[in-house]
Structure formats: structure tokens, C-alpha cells
């Protein structure tokens, strides 16, 4: 069974940073794209980030030069590092893979503060 274990979420102030990692288990982590999602309360949830098993990442147009998607196969983990956090990135923000169906993790909150 796939399982995805988000961590690294928080309450941050504006300007700062926040390291998120997932961290997945029961697939072929390597051979997977794997993508960071994020829902704003109202709102619908929204792609921030994605890594293909190659390594080419693609990036929502508002985070771009900011977040920074990146893999670690070995570990199975999947990490998004924030910078320049806005108040506008609050959300919570969710892992996701694709193994036969899509799944989930759990979400973790991020919480900026102005």
C-alpha cells in the first residue's frame, strides 16, 4: 500500500523559509513523478511543484526563483524548500504520486505572517 509522510510545515514569518520533505513508501519511488500541491482555505487546490524521475521540475509562475523542488531516490523523499515566504503561500500543502491511481498524503500547514 503507498503511503506519502509529509513533515516540515509551520508558522513562519514573511520573508523566511520552510523546508518541506515527503517521504514515500509501498512503489517504485525512482521511476515516479512526483508533484507538491497546495489548498488555500476557498480555494482549489493548486500544482506548486513537480520532479520527474529525470529530474525535470516544473513550477506554479507565482513561486518560481522562490521554492525549489528536488528528490532524494535513495530516500524515497521528495522535498520543497521555500524561500521568501509570502503570506499569500499559506496553505496547506499536500505531496502526490501516481502509482496505478493518484495518491496523497496527508498535508501539512504552512503559515506565513506578515
Known amino acids: 500500500q503507498v503511503q506519502l509522510v509529509e513533515s516540515g510545515g509551520g508558522l513562519v514569518q514573511a520573508g523566511g523559509s520552510l523546508r518541506l520533505s515527503c517521504t514515500a513508501s509501498?512503489?517504485?519511488?525512482?521511476?515516479?513523478?512526483m508533484g507538491w500541491y497546495r489548498q488555500a482555505p476557498g480555494k482549489q487546490r493548486e500544482l506548486v511543484a513537480g520532479?520527474?524521475?529525470?529530474?525535470?521540475?516544473t513550477y506554479l509562475d507565482h513561486v518560481k526563483g522562490r521554492f525549489t523542488i528536488s528528490r532524494d531516490n535513495a530516500k524515497a523523499t521528495v522535498y520543497l524548500q521555500m524561500n521568501s515566504l509570502k503570506p499569500e503561500d499559506t496553505a496547506v500543502y499536500y505531496c502526490?504520486?501516481?502509482?496505478?491511481?493518484?495518491?496523497w498524503g496527508q498535508g501539512t500547514q504552512v503559515t506565513v505572517s506578515s
Open positions: 509501498g512503489m517504485s519511488f525512482s521511476t515516479q513523478t
Open positions: 502526490r504520486a501516481f502509482w496505478g491511481r493518484e495518491y
Open positions: 520532479i520527474s524521475s529525470s529530474g525535470i521540475t
